[in-house]
């Protein structure tokens, strides 16, 4: 199947079908991120991560990610779906180096050639 056939699949799917729950990003905070941390800590999710982390770990992220926010060095985020507020996954971004140039990671565009792997065009990390 192609670009084409699968355009054409797509608009065959009768919207009646189609359920998108809302879904929202919420700013970490000390109340519900450590909960979903320990969520998401579950041996299936951490496979090829390495595996869950103990306790004190996750707890020392969660702390991390706290003081990132506080200081402005990084952002992180729950992703909050209907019916879950107490959220289902969490995204963030932050600096970190690379090549020996500072960038920001985001979600794994930073290719190895240092340029964004979206837009192709520009260095990662550039304005």
Not at 24 to 41: C, I
Not at 48 to 65: I, M
Not at 94 to 114: E, F, H, L, S
């Amino acid at each position: 199947m192609d670009a084409r056939d699968a355009g054409a699949a797509i608009e065959q799917v009768s919207v009646e079908h189609v359920s998108t729950p809302q879904v929202s990003l919420e700013h970490w905070d000390a109340d519900t991120g450590e909960a979903l941390l320990h969520r998401l800590n579950a041996p299936e999710l951490m496979t090829f991560l390495g595996g869950p982390e103990t306790d004190e770990k996750v707890a020392s992220r969660h702390r991390r990610y706290l003081e990132g926010t506080r200081t402005g060095a990084s952002t992180m985020f729950r992703v909050v779906v209907q019916g879950h507020p107490e959220g289902v996954a969490a995204i963030g971004y932050w600096p970190v180096i690379w090549q020996t140039r500072r960038c920001t990671n985001r979600a794994g565009r930073c290719r190895a050639d240092g340029t964004d792997a979206v837009s192709r065009r520009r260095p990662c990390g550039s304005s």
